[in-house]
């Protein structure tokens, strides 16, 4: 078996040597995309894809829940939508794709391939919303959009990606700004309870805000090699899109006000690190609300008795499937030592094997990857133990997570402190700051390092800028990020 073992993960570069190749080595490795002949865009294939979808259901739930509806809009901005409000499209221009050309001929005005849609909803927004009674507009895309990137890599920075994009409409700053955090905790929520990842939450520094925004709020992960992916953010947009778009309502009072506007996404990044947080030197370790496969069946025994043990494999599936667990059977012409090794590399989080012996016990075995454990089982118990077994895998999963990236935020004074950091243990510095764009653009030209968020519940208080030593006006969570 370890030769087996062997075979299946020798492609697997080990975190510890090279944690950028083992990423790329185990989403290949476990099949969940393939690179396309278009230069920074990937093809999702099924196991891939099956994560977003599982994400994209218990995300729109929960939008529906509190009270957003999903629309869909086009593709192509003309270009004049981006002049309407210049922040906004200085923060794009170098990521723009432009469509010149259609139909054998030079278009007329330029458009853009969407980097996101706040100039097209703004646009919408202002023949749709005429009085107060119209709000608030709570709207909802699932999309594709376009950022033409430098840098690539697979789910985390692609040229092309899907998300989602919400964007609303307020009668005023106070009610927007409840949408702003009451979406920010929706992400908490997803992000921890359902893929099982840690996050620090809070404000961004303006240097590192959405452009256009008023104010943009993030959560942030921590990766296994002490790097940030940004999980999601959501932004209060204050007036500057309605002025732009001359989204105005009839108030209460009779007058014409301009609406407050939101938007917040999360992306295919998601992916990207759910399989840097979780997984091994063995291959991805999935979370079990999001994974493919929850459950893989194994029947084990010599060819004689592999007719009886199939067919009680086959019962057992259809009790597991009729649950509700994502559940498969792998019967193929190879061992069981390869098969317990490739599901292994997969990240499904539970094998279950059933061989004569346990036939005659009236038993099956359930092997938990995250642990390794086995447990035993009557078989006529297998729904509820199995259920009972993914709860527990998840909480393991988070409660690692959560230890790890505890571990990894540590105090710093100076500048100094900080740089070793990064060299020596690695992950975040909490240090405090003083406000200054130069103090930041310094830690950044130093380090390579910015400015995660500004926590809303920092372990410490720092009362010193680390970069100037002047006072400090707000604690920060700095390091380098994907």
Same mark, same amino acid.
Request: one cysteine or more; a negative charge; hydrophobic letters at 35%.
């Given at each position: 078996?370890?030769?087996?073992?062997?075979?299946?993960?020798?492609?697997?570069?080990?975190?510890?040597?090279?944690?950028?190749?083992?990423?790329?080595?185990?989403?290949?490795?476990?099949?969940?995309?393939?690179?396309?002949?278009?230069?920074?865009?990937?093809?999702?294939?099924?196991?891939?894809?099956?994560?977003?979808?599982?994400?994209?259901?218990?995300?729109?739930?929960?939008?529906?829940?509190?009270?957003?509806?999903?629309?869909?809009?086009?593709?192509?901005?003309?270009?004049?939508?981006?002049?309407?409000?210049?922040?906004?499209?200085?923060?794009?221009?170098?990521?723009?794709?432009?469509?010149?050309?259609?139909?054998?001929?030079?278009?007329?005005?330029?458009?853009?391939?969407?980097?996101?849609?706040?100039?097209?909803?703004?646009?919408?927004?202002?023949?749709?919303?005429?009085?107060?009674?119209?709000?608030?507009?709570?709207?909802?895309?699932?999309?594709?959009?376009?950022?033409?990137?430098?840098?690539?890599?697979?789910?985390?920075?692609?040229?092309?990606?899907?998300?989602? *994009?919400?964007? %609303? =409409?307020?009668? #005023? $700053?106070?009610? &927007?700004?409840?949408?702003?955090?009451?979406?920010?905790?929706?992400?908490?929520?997803?992000?921890?309870?359902?893929?099982?990842?840690?996050?620090?939450?809070?404000?961004?520094?303006?240097?590192?805000?959405?452009?256009?925004?008023?104010?943009?709020?993030?959560?942030?992960?921590?990766?296994?090699?002490?790097?940030?992916?940004?999980?999601?953010?959501?932004?209060?947009?204050?007036?500057?899109?309605?002025?732009?778009?001359?989204?105005?309502?009839?108030?209460?009072?009779?007058?014409?006000?301009?609406?407050?506007?939101?938007?917040?996404?999360?992306?295919?990044?998601?992916?990207?690190?759910?399989?840097?947080?979780?997984?091994?030197?063995?291959?991805?370790?999935?979370?079990?609300?999001?994974?493919?496969?929850?459950?893989?069946?194994?029947?084990?025994?010599?060819?004689?008795?592999? *007719?009886?043990? %199939? =067919?009680?494999? #086959? $019962?057992?599936? &259809?009790?597991?499937?009729?649950?509700?667990?994502?559940?498969?059977?792998?019967?193929?012409?190879?061992?069981?030592?390869?098969?317990?090794?490739?599901?292994?590399?997969?990240?499904?989080?539970?094998?279950?094997?059933?061989?004569?012996?346990?036939?005659?016990?009236?038993?099956?075995?359930?092997?938990?990857?995250?642990?390794?454990?086995?447990?035993?089982?009557?078989?006529?118990?297998?729904?509820?133990?199995?259920?009972?077994?993914?709860?527990?895998?998840?909480?393991?999963?988070?409660?690692?997570?959560?230890?790890?990236?505890?571990?990894?935020?540590?105090?710093?004074?100076?500048?100094?402190?900080?740089?070793?950091?990064?060299?020596?243990?690695?992950?975040?510095?909490?240090?405090?700051?003083?406000?200054?764009?130069?103090?930041?653009?310094?830690?950044?030209?130093?380090?390579?390092?910015?400015?995660?968020?500004?926590?809303? $519940?920092?372990?410490?208080?720092?009362?010193?800028?680390?970069?100037?030593?002047?006072?400090?006006?707000?604690?920060?969570?700095?390091?380098?990020?994907?």
């Amino acid at each position: 078996m370890s030769n087996e073992k062997q075979a299946v993960n020798k492609e697997i570069t080990p975190q510890a040597e090279d944690f950028s190749k083992w990423y790329l080595d185990v989403i290949k490795k476990a099949d969940l995309m393939s690179y396309s002949p278009v230069r920074g865009c990937i093809v999702f294939k099924p196991d891939g894809y099956e994560i977003w979808e599982n994400c994209q259901r218990e995300l729109d739930r929960r939008f529906k829940d509190t009270g957003h509806r999903n629309a869909y809009f086009p593709l192509f901005i003309p270009e004049s939508f981006f002049q309407k409000e210049k922040e906004h499209v200085e923060g794009f221009n170098p990521e723009l794709p432009w469509v010149t050309e259609a139909g054998g001929e030079k278009l007329e005005e330029r458009l853009a391939i969407r980097p996101t849609s706040e100039t097209m909803i703004g646009h919408m927004y202002a023949e749709w919303i005429n009085s107060y009674r119209d709000l608030p507009l709570l709207i909802n895309q699932w999309a594709n959009v376009v950022r033409w990137e430098k840098r690539t890599l697979p789910f985390l920075r692609t040229s092309e990606f899907l998300w989602q *994009e919400g964007h %609303t =409409a307020h009668e #005023d $700053e106070a009610d &927007a700004r409840r949408e702003t955090l009451q979406m920010l905790d929706v992400y908490t929520d997803f992000v921890e309870n359902v893929l099982a990842i840690p996050v620090i939450k809070g404000q961004k520094t303006p240097s590192e805000k959405f452009a256009g925004a008023v104010d943009t709020y993030s959560v942030e992960a921590m990766m296994k090699d002490g790097k940030a992916v940004q999980a999601g953010t959501s932004h209060y947009l204050g007036t500057n899109f309605a002025v732009a778009f001359d989204i105005k309502y009839l108030s209460r009072e009779n007058t014409h006000e301009y609406v407050h506007t939101t938007s917040w996404g999360v992306s295919t990044r998601l992916i990207g690190a759910l399989i840097m947080v979780h997984g091994d030197d063995r291959g991805l370790v999935m979370p079990p609300k999001v994974a493919p496969t929850q459950v893989i069946m194994i029947p084990i025994g010599p060819p004689k008795s592999r *007719e009886q043990v %199939t =067919a009680r494999i #086959d $019962e057992l599936f &259809a009790e597991l499937k009729a649950a509700g667990v994502r559940v498969r059977v792998d019967d193929r012409d190879q061992s069981p030592g390869w098969k317990f090794n490739e599901h292994e590399m997969r990240g499904v989080p539970i094998r279950v094997e059933l061989g004569p012996r346990d036939m005659e016990a009236g038993q099956v075995v359930l092997v938990s990857r995250v642990s390794g454990e086995k447990r035993v089982v009557a078989q006529a118990d297998i729904v509820s133990e199995v259920q009972r077994l993914l709860d527990e895998i998840h909480r393991d999963m988070f409660e690692k997570a959560k230890t790890f990236l505890h571990e990894h935020i540590t105090p710093v004074d100076t500048l100094e402190e900080f740089k070793n950091l990064l060299e020596d243990k690695g992950g975040f510095g909490l240090a405090g700051w003083c406000g200054s764009a130069s103090c930041e653009e310094h830690v950044k030209e130093q380090t390579k390092a910015t400015s995660r968020n500004i926590p809303f $519940e920092p372990a410490v208080h720092k009362e010193s800028c680390f970069v100037c030593g002047e006072q400090a006006k707000h604690t920060v969570v700095w390091g380098r990020s994907y």
